[in-house]
């Protein structure tokens, strides 16, 4: 299990492994670093050897929008105002008074020419890393600052030692550490907001709120009213009011969603009977249109099948044709046969006495009737 307050750098989450900082305050023209190496450290030293300044540029490093850090917070109250950014840039360090003159003037290591860098280490169990910096100079008499993070270890020496005004040193740390990389190992990062919200990100932190939360821890000694401190430092503000307001909109779309809703299904409901008779008269009008196909097929099946038919009636009555034309010749052969059978009684009947004589009286029995009649 993780603990926040363990005293092992291995059982812990994000620790800082070293620190540095150069032109900060009365840290002047070297780099000055501190290494904890992720152990819980004391800070020691005589008054005004810049414990206070130290821890400052790591609270600057942490709680990057001046508005939720103040500098100096061991002093008392009544000097928390007395350092700024550009008095650390600068490195004021006393007021002296001028001979002759009522007002003072303030000491100071730099001019506006100089340019100030801090940033920290961090390291976790899982090996990963975290370097966070800050880059502080004046252009026109007004200090510009540059935040970074990097995925890698970085030293003031080694990598912001060829400072410029310019921005070549972005473009030289760029090139050194990104161009061959798929992923950027340096960020930079512009104005603190961005930074605090990346920041915040990387090391694993809820809310942006930690940080402003550091700030004061830094400096508590006496802690008056916990609850005011965890309700003030430690809890987000809500507005009950914005929330009561959209939890009321929320409820009123909701209802009248339900009402749309019912209003929909009493509509289905409603035109459900018409979907189905409008359904059933498409199938109908679909039946008819295939009837009217039917028919229209029916006259060329009809005449199609009465052609086949009369072309098989045909062919048999050609058969039958055939065949009453042979029984005709069958029969004419048979009437010529009779006819010669005939020929040849009535000549044998003429050439007879007894056919003669009955045919005397055949004719005379037929002029008899004619006499008759």
């Not at 002047?28 to 005004?48: E, H, W, Y």
């Not at 252009?139 to 935040?147: D, G």
């Not at 609850?227 to 409820?251: P, V």
Request: proline share 1%; aromatic share 8%; charged share 30%.
């Amino acid at each position: 299990m993780l603990s926040l307050f363990s005293t092992s750098s291995d059982t812990a989450g994000f620790r800082l492994q070293y620190m540095e900082v150069f032109n900060w305050g009365t840290f002047d023209k070297k780099v000055f670093r501190i290494n904890p190496q992720g152990n819980n450290s004391l800070l020691t030293g005589a008054n005004a050897s810049g414990k206070s300044t130290y821890i400052d540029a790591l609270l600057t490093l942490i709680v990057p929008a001046k508005r939720d850090r103040f500098y100096n917070q061991s002093s008392g109250v009544e000097k928390k105002g007395d350092r700024t950014e550009e008095t650390y840039v600068l490195g004021h360090y006393g007021n002296i008074q001028e001979e002759g003159k009522s007002s003072t003037s303030t000491q100071k290591l730099r001019d506006t020419n100089t340019y100030s860098v801090i940033l920290a280490h961090f390291k976790n169990t899982d090996q990963k890393q975290i370097t966070i910096f800050q880059v502080r100079w004046f252009s026109n008499n007004e200090l510009r600052r540059q935040f970074g993070i990097a995925h890698i270890p970085l030293e003031i020496e080694k990598d912001f030692s060829q400072f410029d005004a310019k921005g070549l040193w972005k473009r030289r740390l760029d090139k050194t550490y990104n161009a061959n990389s798929s992923k950027k190992k340096i960020e930079f990062i512009e104005g603190p907001t961005a930074y605090a919200e990346r920041i915040s990100k990387l090391f694993g932190m809820r809310t942006v709120k930690a940080l402003s939360l550091f700030n004061q821890v830094v400096g508590v000694k006496v802690l008056e009213d916990l609850d005011e401190f965890i309700r003030t430092n430690m809890l987000e503000e809500q507005d009950a009011e914005t929330e009561f307001i959209q939890l009321k909109e929320s409820f009123l779309t909701l209802m009248d969603a339900k009402t749309n809703i019912e209003k929909a299904k009493e509509q289905i409901a409603q035109l459900t009977p018409i979907n189905e008779i409008a359904t059933q008269l498409n199938r109908i009008k679909e039946n008819l249109q295939q009837l009217e196909k039917s028919k229209e097929t029916a006259v060329y099946w009809f005449a199609r099948k009465g052609f086949e038919l009369g072309e098989k009636e045909l062919e048999n009555c050609k058969i039958e044709l055939l065949q009453l034309n042979d029984e005709l010749t069958e029969l004419r052969s048979q009437e010529t046969d009779l006819k010669n059978q005939e020929t040849d009684l009535t000549v044998q009947i003429k050439s007879d006495e007894v056919g003669n004589q009955i045919e005397k009286l055949k004719t005379e029995i037929s002029r008899l009737e004619k006499a008759k009649n």
